[in-house]
């Protein structure tokens, strides 16, 4: 996802709780952008129009400073890559040991709990053993397929989670290894806006990370923030123009990370129950939540459910969200999502 740069859209998506005659913001605007996680992120910030124009430049550097450090912060508790980030200490830890989680890993942690416990297991932070061996984690593998899969499948099944988990108090079962990827980025879109909405200069903002967007309020021009959606990979005409205020959006998509072999594509999107790569008839989900990380998480349950059982979870719980087939045909939106077109 990124900012539409052209009219060649089809559908144009507005949340329906924007109220009647939103007001124009106005003000000035400064962006920032870099790289971070191993992919980039960006700012597109509104500073209030009754602020001194001379202090814009301070103004950024104060925020691109704040945010850097919340994502260093991140990044140490959360990562995978570090061999002394909490997260890999816990992963090492002998089973039956148990490790108080600092913030913000255990709100991120009981986040995805309940977000496993919510889609009984299509998303499910218990997957890094099964994510290492297929090569979509901190070694890379050509060709696991051909090479073989060898990771244990005891703890697999996410009623495994059962118990692991009491307040900030995390235990290590054997062959469970935490994972946080599938919702520590929206996590820190998060944590961006509000760190930047907490500013008395700031009027309005977009967060980006990776292409998981949050927003709120207008641009200098009284225009919405337009994101452009292009769920089946097609940059050039994007399907989907969306408005974001006061909404995060996020996208999974088997075209993200894959292996081919024997003619077959590997997405990196595992299924929890077999820990092997999903059979999806979905190839992508587009999920829109006030938090961008439910809606990273959602996106990615959404894809192990396959069409039926991923719109039928939609529509109980109102989720707007698109769906993308596999098959060549037209997305599927679900009630909530179509009530945005």
């Known amino acids: 996802m990124a900012e539409l740069a052209s009219d060649n859209y089809a559908t144009v998506l507005i949340p329906p709780d924007v109220p009647e005659g939103a007001p124009q913001i106005g003000g000035r605007e400064v962006v920032h952008s870099g790289e971070v996680f191993g992919t980039t992120w960006s700012l597109r910030l509104v500073r209030k129009s009754s602020t001194n124009p001379a202090n814009d430049t301070a103004y950024r550097a104060q925020l691109v400073k704040a945010c850097s450090q ?11 890559w570090q061999d002394d980030s909490d997260i890999s200490h ?15 890993l255990a709100t991120v942690t009981g986040k995805a709990f309940n977000v496993c416990e919510e889609t009984k297991g299509a998303f499910y932070p218990g997957l890094y053993e099964a994510v290492e061996q297929w090569g979509f984690g901190s070694v890379d593998k050509a060709n696991p397929v051909a090479t073989g899969l060898a990771f244990s499948r005891e703890w697999m099944a996410p009623a495994a989670m059962a118990g692991l988990l009491s307040g900030n ?3 290590r079962h054997r062959g469970f290894a935490l994972d946080l990827n599938g919702i520590a980025k929206g996590y820190a879109v998060d944590l961006l806006y509000d760190v930047i909405r907490a500013h008395p200069d700031t009027a309005a903002c977009l967060v980006e990370i990776g292409g998981e967007l949050k927003g709120f309020g207008t641009r200098a021009d009284g225009m919405p923030f337009w994101i452009d ?44 129950e077999t820990g092997a790569s999903a059979q999806s008839d979905l190839i992508a989900a587009t999920v829109f939540d006030k938090e961008c990380a439910r809606a990273d998480a959602l996106a990615t349950a959404l894809i192990v459910m396959g069409s039926n059982k991923a719109l039928a979870f939609a529509n109980e719980r ?24």
């Open 70 to 80: 919340a994502l260093a912060l991140i990044d140490a508790q959360m990562s995978l």
């Open 90 to 104: 816990f992963n090492r830890l002998t089973p039956g040991a148990a490790l108080s989680l600092p913030e913000p």
């Open 169 to 171: 108090v995390i235990e």
């Open 229 to 272: 959606l292009s769920p089946n990979g097609d940059d050039v005409s994007p399907t989907y123009r969306a408005a974001l205020y006061g909404w995060a959006c996020a996208t999974s998509g088997e075209t993200e990370r894959f292996h081919e072999s024997g003619g077959s594509v590997y997405s990196h999107i595992l299924d929890p």
């Open 318 to 341: 109102l989720i707007p969200c698109v769906l993308t087939p596999r098959a060549e045909s037209a997305d599927i939106l679900s009630n909530a999502m179509r009530e945005w077109i």
